[in-house]
């Protein structure tokens, strides 16, 4: 049910785009089977739901504020705001330390997504992070967050090398800006 309930999300967000909706697809249409690869992944990070929809939303809109990624920050709105996400968290993203628009498992949540986006993502504090969530979650379920971030990483410097630029899903509405650094 939680994947019916993401599918609707990106469906409900693409409707919403009002321009360059194919920025991403004319480039990777020449690449087919880059594409096919892209396309898989994404849906079977969809399809894997161990752990609760909204803790994913927040890791990808954090790591793609962190990023940068225009793109990402549009549709990671829109989505984190179907999926329940309230606007004073998608606005205090970047000072989420200090923020009571999140409970303490969302703030480790998003520290476990700032640590993996960091370069380097390796040390001491990735590894007590990591420590600190298997008391709340399982394994495939760190797993899948990780994946989750992981890959939402990828997609933004994808669509920062390409151009890809936002499609205005949030227009008009709360949206993650990028975070300094």
């Known amino acids: 049910m ?16 009002k321009r360059n909706r194919a920025d991403l697809y004319a480039w990777l249409i020449r690449r087919p089977l880059v594409l096919a690869a892209t396309g898989g992944y994404e849906v079977s990070l969809m399809f894997s739901n161990r752990i609760d929809p909204r ?10 504020g962190m990023v940068s990624c225009e ?10 705001r179907h999926g329940g996400i309230t606007e004073q968290q998608i606005r205090d993203l970047p000072v989420y330390a200090d923020s009571d628009a999140y409970t303490g498992l969302e703030k480790l949540v998003l520290s476990f997504a700032e640590a993996i986006t ?19 979650f399982s ?13 939402e990483n990828q997609r933004a410097r994808l669509n920062q090398a390409l151009g890809v ?17």
Not at 121 to 129: F, H, K, N, P, R
Not at 173 to 179: D, G, N, R, V
């Open 165 to 181: 630029r936002p499609t205005g899903m949030s227009d008009g509405a709360t949206c993650a800006l990028p975070e300094r650094r």
């Open 55 to 64: 803790y994913k939303e927040l890791a990808l809109l954090k790591a793609a």
């Open 139 to 151: 394994k495939g379920q760190i797993a899948e967050l990780a994946a989750e971030i992981a890959w």
């Open 2 to 17: 939680r994947a019916l309930h993401r599918l609707w999300g990106y469906l409900r967000a693409f409707s919403q785009s």
């Open 71 to 80: 793109f990402c920050l549009d549709i990671g709105s829109a989505l984190a």
């Open 118 to 136: 960091a370069t380097p993502a390796v040390g001491e504090d990735l590894t007590e992070i990591r420590e600190q969530l298997l008391v709340h």
